[in-house]
Nanobody
């Protein structure tokens, strides 16, 4: 069982940066692949970035490639999403999620979800 709590969302102007953090409970965080998802109003939830259990493999959806960076610290049970050069179209609720095996770029198979954190980018 893994419990996930996101933090770091907020309101930022276009071109600005935010860092989202997801804290996980439990003793087996290092056995889970992690993903960051987002869902904008009226749109489906999509995977933004993911990272494998050891942190050596990552994936980014095309629209955030080069602007967002996912990282994890297995000693601290955290996974972060650094978001730079933010655009109004990045506005969404962002969720972190955990799955028991890594499948790069897949949006399915996630077993545990956080409650989400709102990111709003003003133009």
């Amino acid at each position: 069982q893994v419990q996930l709590v996101e933090s770091g969302g907020g309101l930022v102007q276009a071109g600005g940066s935010l860092r989202l953090s997801c804290a996980a409970s439990g003793r087996t965080f290092e056995t889970y692949a992690m993903g960051w998802f987002r869902q904008a109003p009226g749109k489906e939830r999509i995977v933004v970035a993911d990272i494998n259990e050891g942190g050596g493999h990552t994936y980014y959806t095309d629209s955030v490639q080069g602007r967002f960076t996912i990282s994890r610290d297995n000693a601290k049970n955290t996974v972060d999403l650094q978001m730079n050069s933010l655009k109004p179209e990045d506005t969404a609720v962002y969720y972190c999620a955990a799955r028991s095996s890594y499948l790069r770029g897949s949006s399915s198979g996630y077993d545990y979800w956080g409650q989400g954190t709102q990111v709003t980018v003003s133009s």
